[in-house]
């Protein structure tokens, strides 16, 4: 029967009839193919080799470790480099499809020093290592950019020393120095930063790096200095009213650490007493975080003398001659300064020279006593002054409560030593009636799950990879045991039971007969007949059933080789 193809220049062009049938049904074929006593016998070979297989590739998958990202940005060359010095020390390294250098989790610190020692990669020298490449001859603007250039990339390798920063860039604005004062320009700088997975920066965090921008570069002020993540989210603001910002952080950073010394002063108190995990304390501290200034003048009523000028007059009377006589004694003395001894010791002694004093005789030769006198005194007033500045972080109130826990399976806290717990922290703290300050104490049971709680999760626990990793590998075993083995056994037995099978046929006696009890012919099952025959599959299926008749019917079987050897000898 032939099958009517696509027609050929108008006719019709028949198929062979065989090769229409070949691939007339591919599954049939399949089953076919797969019914065979050869792929029977293999097949449990095949599911062994299959399951070992499975098995080998599932532990390869757990063995597996966790793999870290060593370079995210390299050159052709430099990847190349890398990839070889670490082939070539034996650390297992690969490349993502972003173009990243991964290495396994233990083998990253490693993997790091030795390319450092072998200074790799070399694109991209660092800091003001640029500077060492510049030729000789160049100019003066290609010196400051590669100055520049110097100075962003060593700002970035500091910015990246922060915990939560994966790296980052820095951009900065330099204008020109000018002789003249209008025209001069501020620096400014521009940081990117690229965050760890799950991670943020806090506002100290964003102010350090502001600080530490603004300082690193001459006459940058830390307004001009803008921070934005990888997300485009601005993470630097501008203070505005003159700083309130920063004043504002200030003082709760000094209510803080005087909530924090009065609660470490607790801990110290309280952890030998009741034990580390048996109270709870809390303090609140109401602090004065106003800065005041003060200044003071006095003076001295009575006053002190700052200047004195003046003179005064003798006495008039006749002078008693004296001397040699002659032409120089009648010639008149020059005008003297008088000086009164008496007077200098009074001042000096405190006693008022005005002041009357008990006339004393004449001593020839002793000065003569004043007639009048003018001075011109100034008198300066005593001062004193006094600077008060009292800085913030008084105390003007104290709150602290103190949760005690009560002791598992025991009596109750009586209020003796409750009251004596409250009067410890009273005294731990400086408790002051006058401020108002509050202080309770309370005895509690702690809840089952805050006591829970405290610790890791079991999943965090070191022995949770180990067992998994463990247990994977015992559940593979049992797959390859349930799966592979047992129904190879099982398929190994029922081969050797079917008729005609090797293992069968070797069971057999001298007279062809069989010990095996299954292959005796039961009194339900058809005879063997012709038809039988010629429906057998194979040709060890159509021996079996021979040798099955000659046991059944050993006469008949007798009377076809005697007729089989008179036709072989006629």
Do not use: C
């Not at 070949?22 to 293999?42: E, H, T």
């Not at 025209?183 to 600080?211: K, M, Y």
């Not at 401020?435 to 089952?448: E, M, P």
Request: aromatic content about 4%; cysteine-free.
């Amino acid at each position: 029967m032939s099958q009517i193809l696509a027609p050929i220049d108008g006719k019709p062009v028949a198929a062979p009839s065989g090769l229409a049938g070949r691939f007339d049904n591919p599954l049939k074929q399949v089953s076919g193919f797969m019914a065979q006593p050869a792929f029977k016998r293999a097949l449990p070979m095949i599911l062994m080799v299959g399951l070992i297989a499975a098995a080998a590739l599932a532990w390869m998958l757990v063995q597996t470790p966790p793999q870290r990202v060593l370079f995210t940005q390299l050159t052709d060359a430099d990847k190349g480099a890398v990839s070889e010095a670490l082939s070539a020390a034996q650390i297992d390294n690969a490349f993502d499809q972003s173009g990243a250098l991964t290495v396994a989790e233990d083998d990253y610190h490693r993997a790091r020093m030795l390319l450092a020692s072998q200074d790799l990669p070399k694109a991209a020298p660092g800091g003001y290592a640029i500077l060492d490449d510049l030729p000789m001859g160049v100019s003066r603007a290609v010196e400051g950019e590669r100055l520049r250039q110097a100075r962003e990339t060593e700002l970035a390798r500091s910015i990246e020393e922060i915990d939560s920063v994966a790296d980052a860039r820095v951009h900065l604005a330099m204008p020109e120095s000018s002789v003249f004062v209008r025209d001069r320009a501020s620096p400014s700088a521009s940081v990117i930063v690229r965050l760890e997975a799950g991670r943020a920066l806090s506002e100290a965090q964003v102010r350090s790096i502001v600080n530490l921008t603004a300082s690193s570069v001459p006459g940058m002020k830390p307004d001009a200095v803008t921070i934005v993540d990888q997300m485009g989210a601005l993470l630097s603001r501008p203070e505005e009213g003159g700083g309130i910002g920063e004043a504002g952080d200030a003082r709760i950073e000094i209510q803080r650490r005087i909530e924090d010394k009065y609660r470490a002063q607790l801990t110290t108190l309280l952890t030998p007493l009741v034990g580390p995990d048996n109270f709870s304390a809390e303090v609140q501290a109401e602090v004065d975080l106003d800065e005041s200034q003060a200044t003071r003048e006095t003076y001295d009523k009575e006053g002190v003398i700052r200047a004195e000028q003046g003179q005064w007059s003798g006495a008039s009377g006749q002078q008693a001659p004296g001397g040699i006589p002659g032409a120089l004694s009648n010639t008149a003395p020059a005008p003297s300064t008088l000086t009164d001894p008496a007077a200098q010791a009074a001042a000096a002694a405190g006693v008022d020279p005005n002041a009357a004093a008990p006339a004393a005789p004449p001593v020839a030769g002793a000065a003569l006593p004043k007639a009048s006198e003018e001075f011109a005194r100034a008198y300066d007033l005593g001062k004193e002054i006094s600077v008060t500045r009292q800085a913030p972080g008084g105390i003007k109130r104290l709150s602290v409560a103190v949760l005690l826990r009560d002791p598992e399976g025991g009596k109750p806290r009586s209020a003796a030593e409750i009251k004596q717990i409250n009067d410890l922290v009273k005294a731990a703290v400086g408790f002051s009636a006058e401020r108002n300050d509050q202080v309770t104490v309370i005895s509690r049971q702690f809840s089952a799950s805050a006591i829970d709680g405290e610790g890791p999760s079991w999943y965090e626990a070191d022995w949770v990879p180990m067992v998994a990793r463990n247990g994977t590998a015992l559940v593979i075993a049992l797959l390859v045991l349930l799966l592979g083995v047992r129904p190879l056994l099982k398929m190994v037995g029922k081969n050797r039971d079917e008729p005609g099978s090797p293992q069968r046929a070797a069971l057999a006696g001298p007279d062809g007969s069989h010990s095996s009890a299954t292959e005796q012919t039961t009194p339900g099952q058809a005879p063997v007949s012709i038809d039988r025959l010629a429906q057998a599959r194979g040709y060890d299926e159509r021996v079996g059933l021979v040798r099955g008749f000659t046991r059944d019917n050993p006469a008949r079987a007798a009377l076809a080789v005697r007729d089989m050897i008179k036709a072989d000898a006629s």
